[in-house]
């Protein structure tokens, strides 16, 4: 039996990769597989290169493509040779009504992080098509404090595992075990453009990352472009922030903005993304 790490290089998982290093988390896993969406902040990858060196077990990087290009791609349908859009990432809109909708789409995690880090399992470990039987097990770095985002494999031939649920261990105490031997706390890991960052996490990159903020902003009315002039079946004008307005027009600095709790990530995560 193979023990394969899924690594969303957030704090559980980092912590959860740490544990086994330190030989707290048995047996030791025989590799951790990254998924990149190639939309990660450049603190991500410097953490993951950091974390590397303190793993004793290889860390494989995965990618299906660049999520930001191919979320602005431009198709044409094989059924009627009209343009579409694809939905990739989750957006929120506004119906010509008036009347807005919240949380549109959500093919990311699947095919950008979940599809690509089996089919590298597979590939590593030689698991044919159609294979019934239990080959691999595979940690996932959910803490006690989420533990609804808990999910059963959809293979016959791999089973999940959550040692961080088995330890009944939260995410503080995740960035507690890591401060107490000697371990910075790690980045947020997840798409700088995140249509689920709160106005919190907005505010930061605003401020401490400038130029990815714009590139949020770009991104943000590059989405609204294609989406209007190339998918007509789409009859809502889309925006990045739950408000429905852009990037480059919110007041991140408002009062009600400051008090605004975190965006409830662990609701809307599959578990494979922002740990």
């Not at 860390?59 to 939905?87: C, F, M, P, Q």
């Not at 992080?113 to 597979?122: A, D, G, N, S, V």
């Not at 698991?127 to 080959?135: A, L, M, S, T, Y």
Request: hydrophobic letters at 35%.
């Amino acid at each position: 039996m193979k023990h394969i790490l899924s690594l969303g290089a957030g704090v559980q998982s980092s912590a959860m990769a740490l544990m086994a290093a330190h030989g707290e988390i048995t047996p030791m896993p025989d590799f951790a597989v990254f998924a990149d969406t190639q939309a990660e902040p450049p603190h991500v990858y410097e953490w993951l290169k950091w974390l590397e060196t303190k793993l004793p077990f290889p860390v494989h990087y995965v990618t299906k493509g660049n999520l930001t290009e191919e979320s602005l791609k431009v198709k044409i349908r094989k059924a009627d040779g009209g343009e579409r859009v694809n939905n990739l990432i989750p957006f929120f809109g506004v119906m010509p009504d008036g009347k807005k909708v919240a949380a549109i789409g959500r093919k990311c995690t699947n095919d950008y992080k979940i599809l690509p880090i089996l089919k590298r399992i597979k590939e590593e470990l030689g698991i044919n098509r159609g294979e019934k039987n239990v080959k691999v097990v595979q940690w996932i770095g959910i803490s006690w404090d989420e533990i609804q985002r808990m999910k059963e494999s959809r293979f016959p031939w791999i089973e999940h595992r959550f040692p961080l649920i088995e330890t009944q261990t939260k995410r503080h105490e995740c960035i507690a075990w890591m401060k107490k031997h000697g371990y910075t706390e790690p980045p947020r890991s997840a798409c700088y453009y995140c249509p689920f960052h709160s106005n919190e996490e907005w505010r930061k990159l605003r401020n401490e990352s400038p130029e990815l903020f714009q590139k949020a902003i770009d991104f943000d009315k590059d989405l609204r472009e294609v989406h209007k002039n190339h998918n007509k079946r789409m009859k809502m004008e889309v925006y990045l922030h739950n408000s429905c307005e852009p990037l480059d027009e919110i007041d991140f600095d408002s009062d009600e903005d400051k008090g605004q709790l975190t965006w409830d990530f662990k609701a809307e995560c599959e578990g494979m993304c922002g740990v």
